[in-house]
């Protein structure tokens, strides 16, 4: 699959120059800015973006809830960038004023790195972003070399609890499932972050359990049902949610967690 990359308002706008006042309304995409040499040009951000740590001097102009549209026009800026299916309707009012805006929406791994080159080509910097992407690419291929043999792990990936929430089909967790050889216990889940019953993972009895988070808290409530597998042998791990969550380069990091996590998996019996 592809990026879905859309960019309203151009080449109508026809820049004499590429963008130099970037408002970046979602941490992927600040982070993306960042790393192909455009953190520079951002103006402005959403209040979630908080990597790298230099972004923390920019304006914030909205949150995952709103755009506040005096501020953001007060920036000036020449170029929005923002995620397509949770703020395009928010984004209508900028669009009717001719600003233009880039749209992002990394469906896989894979298509971050056509996200990545795109961008270099309308921000001028083609080279520094191809090979940011480039690099990307190369330690991607290699995790899926390294692990992407099929193994036979089950793997409950907890999101969230209370309410137990897991991940299936598109969600990047499921798919770095996926991609380190195991099999996700959640992946016929109609949505993509479904709420699971806990006779749903006691049934499926997971042989590794991982959460999003970085506090052990978050896996003590499994300790009282002993019989499951991954409890029987101590398969309970925690993954950067930062990283695993955010559709960045920095990703790779979390997926290589989540592979070495079932590979120690796959030894125990």
């Known amino acids: 699959m592809c990026a879905l990359l859309i960019l309203i308002g151009w080449p109508q706008i026809g820049w004499s120059q590429p963008p130099q006042r970037i408002i970046s309304l979602t941490p992927h995409l ?3 800015l960042f790393d ?12 979630a973006s908080d990597f790298p740590p230099e972004v923390e001097t920019r304006s914030q102009v909205a949150n995952y809830r709103s755009i506040n549209l005096e501020a953001l026009l007060a920036q000036k800026p020449d170029l929005v960038v923002a995620w397509h299916s949770a703020q395009s309707r928010m984004l209508a009012p900028v669009a009717q004023l001719g600003i233009p805006i880039f749209y992002s929406e990394p469906t896989d791994f894979a298509s971050l790195a056509d996200e990545m080159r795109r961008l270099g080509t309308l921000l001028g910097l083609e080279q520094e972003a191809n090979a940011k992407a480039d690099a990307y690419m190369a330690r991607l291929n290699a995790i899926k070399s390294r692990y992407g043999k099929p193994k036979p792990v089950s793997v409950f990936y907890q999101l969230w609890y209370p309410p137990l929430t897991s991940v299936s089909g598109s969600a990047w967790p499921a798919q770095a499932i996926e991609l380190c050889g195991a099999t996700n216990v959640a992946a016929g889940a109609r949505t993509p972050y479904p709420q699971i019953g806990l006779e749903q993972v006691i049934k499926a009895n997971p042989s590794l359990i991982l959460a999003g988070s970085q506090d052990p808290a978050v896996l003590t409530h499994w300790q009282q049902w002993s019989m499951l597998d991954a409890v029987k042998h101590g398969q309970l791990r925690l993954i950067n949610p930062d990283e695993l969550h955010r559709f960045t380069p920095r990703a ?6 989540v592979c070495k996590a079932i590979a120690q998996a796959s030894t125990v019996h």
């Open 252 to 257: 790779l990091n979390a997926v290589e967690q």
């Open 30 to 32: 600040t982070e993306l």
């Open 36 to 47: 192909i040499g455009a953190g520079d040009r951002i103006v402005a951000t959403d209040d």
